[in-house]
């Protein structure tokens, strides 16, 4: 192996394949399918990445993504993400400054594969200067504090999703028992 290639864990290493590349942000290692195409005024062809999935040592969790004719299907978590998101303290906030916003995003995308901020371009946990581990553990304490809630809890909620279909985001049905969870938080899912 060359030494400027990465070495990943045999799990994720097996996925390295050609036609195939992976991506690590954080903890977690996603899988794309890199193809290229020839771009009028380059010199060389210009490559294109499809996400493919988050990449597990069980194996790969594929993304929900799907093309439907000419309108692109994009399906999320939405509803765990949200509620974090919603519930955060700012006392958890303040010490975290102008970055607790980009903290918080990579700790939520940590704790949920599928959440809708894995589509915005997140920044490496290096690039930080907080240990990504106790933010994660205060923030989980902060919110059962202040809120009276575990982030155990509101796991259910990780089965609302935010479907995107074209430039349309809708979200999905929201059953009776999250419903009542929510409204015991005090909060409104909305895009």
């Known amino acids: 192996m060359a030494k400027t290639e990465k070495t990943y864990p045999e799990w994720v290493q097996k996925y390295r394949t050609k036609g195939m590349m992976v991506r690590k942000n954080g903890n977690s290692y996603y899988l794309y399918k890199r193809t290229s195409k020839r771009v009028p005024g380059k010199k060389y062809p210009q490559p294109i990445d499809r996400y493919v999935g988050v990449i597990t040592p069980e194996g790969i969790i594929e993304s929900k993504n799907r093309k439907v004719?000419?309108?692109s299907v994009e399906v999320w978590e939405y509803g765990f993400s949200k509620a974090i998101l919603d519930l955060c303290p700012d006392g958890w906030k303040t010490p975290l400054g102008d970055e607790w916003e980009d903290v918080l995003k990579v700790?939520?995308?940590s704790w949920s594969d599928a959440s809708y901020f894995h589509r915005e371009k997140l920044k490496?946990?290096?690039?930080f200067r907080c240990r990504f581990n106790v933010q994660a553990a205060s923030l989980s304490r902060c919110i059962r504090k202040e809120h009276k809630v575990d982030i155990k809890e509101l796991a259910p909620?990780?089965?609302i999703?935010?479907?995107k279909i074209g430039k349309e985001n809708v979200i999905s049905r929201i059953e009776p028992e999250q419903e009542a969870l929510l409204?015991?938080?005090g909060l409104k899912l909305e895009v």
Do not use: A, P, Q
Not at 124 to 127: F, L
């Open 124 to 127: 490496d946990r290096d690039g």
């Open 107 to 109: 700790i939520i995308c």
């Open 157 to 159: 909620l990780k089965t």
């Open 161 to 163: 999703y935010l479907v």
């Open 69 to 71: 004719g000419s309108n």
């Open 183 to 185: 409204g015991r938080l």
